[in-house]
Structures are given as C-alpha cells and as structure tokens.
C-alpha cells in the first residue's frame, strides 16, 4: 500500500514530485560542469553525459518506478531480491553502491575544487588529501550522530534546488545570450590576479544578486521545509520561475553595469 500523500490535491502532489525531480537535475549542473573541465574536446564533454547521465539514468529511474509501484517498495534491493531471489538482490545492491561511489568521487572533488578556488590560503594550504578526508568524515559524523538528517534528504535536495535552479539561469543567460557561447580559456585558468574575469576583487556581485534573487523566487513559491506553495505552483514549479528570474536579473544588470565597468570581459552587442 503506497504511504499517504502530502496533500488531498492531486495534482499538487504530483507537481511536487516533479519538482523534487527538478531539484535532482538542476543538482547535477554543477558536477557535469566540472567533469568537462577534464575532458579534450566538446564532443567527449557531451555524450558520456547524454548517455550515462540522460539516457541510462532515465531507464534507472524508469525501472525504479516501475518495479516500487509493483511490489510497493522503492529500494531495488529489496524488491529486486523478492524477484529474483538473495543472489540477484546481491548483485543490486553491488550496482547501487557502485552508483554511488562514482557520484560522491564527483561531488568530493567539485568541492574540494571549489573550495580551494574561493577558499582562504589556510584553506589552500591545507593538503588535497586532508581535505578529501574531512569532506568524507563530516558527512559520516553526522549520520552516526544525528541520523534523522537522512530521513530529510529530499528535503535537504530541495533547499539545494533553489540554489542550483538560480545557477543554471546564472549560467544560460552568461554563456549562451552574453558570451555568445566564447570564452577566454587563458584567462580562466591562468593567473587569476590579473584575468579579465575577476570582476570586483574577485567576486561577481551581479551572479550575487541574481542568485539570491532566484532564491528568495523558488522559496516565495514552494517552501522545501514546510511543502507550503502558492497557486501558481502547480502550473510553474518552483525551479522554472527561479531559473528564469535569475538569469533575467544576471542579464539585465550585465548589461546595464558590467560591461560599461569593464567586468567581465563582455562582448559588446
């Protein structure tokens, strides 16, 4: 028997569970970035992703779906094994864990990169290793410590989503309608004392504004702690509205300051 709804609203609950969908998608803007930073070309960027990440990830949560609806459990481990017995559970449960061991040596080092990026030089001091470490102890702390955190993890992806959404429209609106799509990869990753990407002092405060923007946008919506939405919630998302706001904001005030003040390095149009 499927657990109660949310809400009595239909609809509304099957919006939420896109948006916790959204959230999942907009969380991995970040990460496939990063990954592309190692690869040679576009092309080696591009597809690795669009099949792993797009299409097998899709037939992942396809077989998912189907298989908690039918045995009423989302845990493949479990109703994998009341399929095809302990031995087809076991190899599940090497798949799932094997999942998630690439995915965190993604998060880890896209935010031991970050970290080390806008971080102070004791941060940058501080060993690539030790810092790996702590990121891997933290987290294990709190889940011995206080284990209710993960009974709120789509909660906890949620909140996320209303950064993460605001980013992703940081991030079309500076590449595709600013940039044109061209970037000075000399002064993405050379000196960054002297690059003409360092806006003020090395900080951005126009992608600022438009984050926090987009943010306030996604919670005035849909609140991730209490589910609580508006109207227009059911027909937006939350996600849509703070992805469009941000990059609107970030394109507006680009235009209307940055590139009179030299920011950025910002083609004329």
């Known amino acids: 028997k499927p657990l109660a709804p949310p809400f009595e609203d239909r609809t509304l609950n099957f919006i939420i ?38 299409g097998a990830a899709s037939l992942g949560e396809v077989v998912g779906l189907l298989g908690s609806v039918a045995l009423g459990n989302s845990d493949p481990t479990i109703w994998m094994a009341q399929v095809g017995g302990v031995a087809v559970g ?15 040596a993604n998060i880890l080092y896209t935010s031991v990169v970050g970290l080390r990026q806008i971080g102070t030089r004791a941060i940058r001091a501080i060993s690539w290793e030790v810092l790996l470490f702590l990121f891997c102890i933290v987290p294990l702390a709190l889940i011995v410590f206080y284990p209710t955190m993960y009974d709120g993890f789509f909660i ?29 990869l000399n ?41 609580e939405s508006i109207p227009a919630f059911k027909y ?27 920011w950025g390095d910002y083609p004329n149009h």
Request: with cysteine.
């Open 17 to 54: 569970a896109i948006e916790v969908n959204l959230a999942a998608g907009f969380s991995w803007w970040p990460y496939i970035g990063n990954l592309g930073r190692l690869t040679l070309n576009e092309r080696i960027a591009f597809w690795p992703n669009m099949v792993g990440i797009f």
């Open 90 to 104: 076991s190899i599940a449960l090497g798949f799932v864990a094997f999942a998630n061991v690439t995915s965190m």
């Open 156 to 184: 906890f992806l949620v909140w996320t989503s209303a950064l993460n959404s605001a980013l992703a429209g940081i991030g079309i609106a500076d590449y595709f309608f600013l940039r044109r799509q061209k970037l000075d």
């Open 187 to 227: 002064a993405l990753h050379g000196d960054q004392r002297a690059t003409s990407y360092r806006f003020a002092g090395g900080i951005n405060p126009i992608g600022i504004t438009a984050l926090v923007v987009g943010f306030i946008v996604y919670v005035a919506i849909f609140n991730p702690q209490t589910l």
């Open 236 to 262: 937006l998302t939350a996600s849509l509205p703070s992805c469009l706001s941000a990059g609107l904001v970030h394109y507006v005030l680009t235009r209307l300051f940055a590139q009179r003040l030299g």
